[in-house]
T-cell receptor
Framework: AQSVTQPDIHITVSEGASLELRCNYS??????LFWYVQSPGQGLQLLLK??????LVQGIKGFEAEFKRSQSSFNLRKPSVHWSDAAEYFC??????FGKGTLLTVNP | DAGVIQSPRHEVTEMGQEVTLRCKPI?????LFWYRQTMMRGLELLIY????????DSGMPEDRFSAKMPNASFSTLKIQPSEPRDSAVYFC?????????????FGPGTRLTVL
């Protein structure tokens, strides 16, 4: 079955530090991959998506993600985290299968 | 645009009662999705519609769950009878075409508690 896996349930970083959230996918062909963010009590909001072409994708709120076929990964990154980035982050594929999410805590 | 609208935002009911969740997609969007989110199972797709027609309902847990989309601007998810294990946050989302790379826009969710 096509799936996505987020290995980290909870990550804590300090404000201003860099961030990388991991996502691994299982699919043979080039996948369609997405990153969403969910703030407390809110629905999910799309950060970025990848279909093909340039493997480094830019999204909203200063986030980017890199598709690496050799590692079956689509990790989300941000060079400097802000306190407002504290939320839960979900990776998903085109089959609308979501990872279990990674909760990000930002320390002042 | 008002975004995807869901009602009610919170619902508390007793086991055995019928529950109806409502969703109004973004105007002009042709696809609508219902999801359920729990701590144990994460976010699961229940069913999705394209042009008001159910395309894939393989995620609907059992016959107690049913969904309808009578027109392009309204959908319901009904649980009858409800059980405590149905307690979850239910999200509705819509997208323009439902295509592979189409962006989904999520509503704020309905938090359902079945006592």
């Amino acid at each position: 079955a096509q799936s996505v896996t987020q290995p980290d349930i909870h990550i804590t970083v300090s404000e201003g530090a860099s961030l990388e959230l991991r996502c691994n996918y299982s699919y043979g062909a080039t996948p369609y991959l997405f990153w969403y963010v969910q703030s407390p009590g809110q629905g999910l909001q799309l950060l970025l998506k990848y279909f093909s072409g340039d493997t480094l994708v830019q999204g909203i709120k200063g986030f980017e993600a890199e598709f690496k076929r050799s590692q079956s990964s689509f990790n989300l990154r941000k060079p400097s985290v802000h306190w407002s980035d504290a939320a839960e982050y979900f990776c998903s594929n085109y089959k609308l299968t979501f990872g279990k999410g990674t909760l990000l805590t930002v320390n002042p | 645009d008002a975004g995807v609208i869901q009602s009610p935002r919170h619902e508390v009911t007793e086991m055995g009662q019928e529950v109806t969740l409502r969703c109004k997609p973004i105007s002009g969007h042709n696809s609508l999705f219902w999801y359920r989110q729990t701590m144990m199972r994460g976010l699961e797709l229940l069913i999705y519609f394209n042009n008001n027609v159910p395309i894939d309902d393989s995620g609907m847990p059992e016959d107690r769950f049913s969904a309808k989309m009578p027109n392009a601007s309204f959908s319901t998810l009904k649980i009858q009878p409800s059980e405590p294990r149905d307690s979850a946050v239910y999200f509705c989302a819509s997208s323009l075409t439902g295509g592979l790379g189409d962006t989904q826009y999520f509503g704020p969710g309905t938090r359902l508690t079945v006592l």
